[in-house]
């Protein structure tokens, strides 16, 4: 039997991401998945993925250490769903707020589209693109909160305590964000001034919702209830459910899902007990 070798955690953690953000950067600017008829860029999250599942074959850790526990994963789940549900009604219904108040009326529009930060995508409707839409998410969350919250936090936790890898972890989920503008700023599709406001923007609010999904992990125990939140911000919030106005579609779209992080990291927040007892807490599952 294969002995688990022994792994700097800060090293480990700079590896795995700078792999990760180097496959990410091939396809966002040489495969171009996204611009394809499939419309998403996956192939580097089922890298990813793959890397991670090599990662914790290597060390020993496992999938369950790392927080996917077969224990409590539909309820974890309908919790973080729950959780997004609530904080994105009230996101959208003061969207919708706006436009009646500036005397243009919006509706809510059910169809598939890309995100994108320069202007409107191919609009699809159907079965088929709602389902491959769900599925592509599925795979990018599976890959984003399994990396960046269950192996960063993690492994990061033993060498400084939960803040210090709450907050690193946090920090590389919002420079792995960066991608998106700095293609945009290549394309000649933004100024290099406001690819610097929204990369900021970008490792902000990535920032947020990453400490938030820590703090859930830090207080289930498992990722299951950030991984269901992310899966609603990922497929209705940003891919399905639009707001539509006079102007176009979803004019204020960015708007809507900082509103709705805030709420959600504002609630989470003023939930968060760090359970020292409790059987699934990181810190004992890391001195086991």
């Known amino acids: 039997m294969e002995r688990p070798i022994k792994y700097s955690p800060y090293r480990l953690c700079a590896a795995v991401f700078a792999l990760c953000l180097f496959v990410r950067f091939i396809e966002y600017f040489l495969i171009e998945t996204d611009r394809t008829a499939i419309g998403e860029n996956f192939i580097h999250k089922v890298f990813g993925i793959i890397l991670l599942a090599a990662v914790l074959k290597i060390t020993g850790l496992g999938w369950g250490r790392i927080g996917f526990k077969a224990d409590g994963a539909a309820a974890g789940i309908l919790k973080g769903l729950l959780l997004g549900s609530v904080c994105f009604a009230m996101a959208y219904a003061l969207e919708l707020a706006v436009f009646a108040l500036k005397g243009a009326p919006a509706r809510l529009e059910l169809y598939v589209s890309g995100f994108s930060l320069t202007g409107p995508q191919t609009k699809s409707t159907g079965l088929v693109p709602l389902a491959l839409c769900v599925l592509f998410n599925i795979v990018n969350v599976w890959m984003e909160e399994g990396v960046f919250r269950g192996l960063f936090i993690r492994t990061l936790f033993e060498a400084g305590g939960f803040m210090r890898a709450n907050i690193i972890a946090a920090a590389l989920f919002g420079l792995w964000h960066v991608a998106m503008p700095v293609r945009s700023c290549v394309y000649g599709e933004m100024t290099v001034p406001e690819t610097v406001l929204m990369s900021a923007g970008y490792i902000l609010l990535a920032g947020i919702m990453g400490i938030k999904w820590g703090l859930l992990y830090r207080m289930?125990?498992?990722?299951?209830?950030?991984?269901?939140?992310?899966?609603?911000?990922?497929?209705?919030?940003?891919?399905?459910?639009?707001?539509?106005?006079?102007?176009?579609?979803?004019e204020l779209q960015i708007v809507r899902i900082f509103a709705a992080q805030l709420i959600?990291?504002?609630?989470?927040?003023?939930?968060?007990?760090?359970?020292?007892?409790?059987?699934?807490?990181?810190?004992?599952?890391?001195?086991?």
């Open 220 to 250: 289930t125990g498992s990722l299951w209830a950030g991984l269901g939140d992310h899966l609603l911000n990922n497929t209705v919030a940003t891919n399905m459910l639009h707001v539509v106005s006079p102007g176009g579609a979803d």
């Open 264 to 288: 959600s990291f504002i609630i989470v927040l003023a939930l968060y007990r760090p359970k020292a007892s409790h059987k699934n807490n990181i810190q004992e599952e890391t001195h086991e």
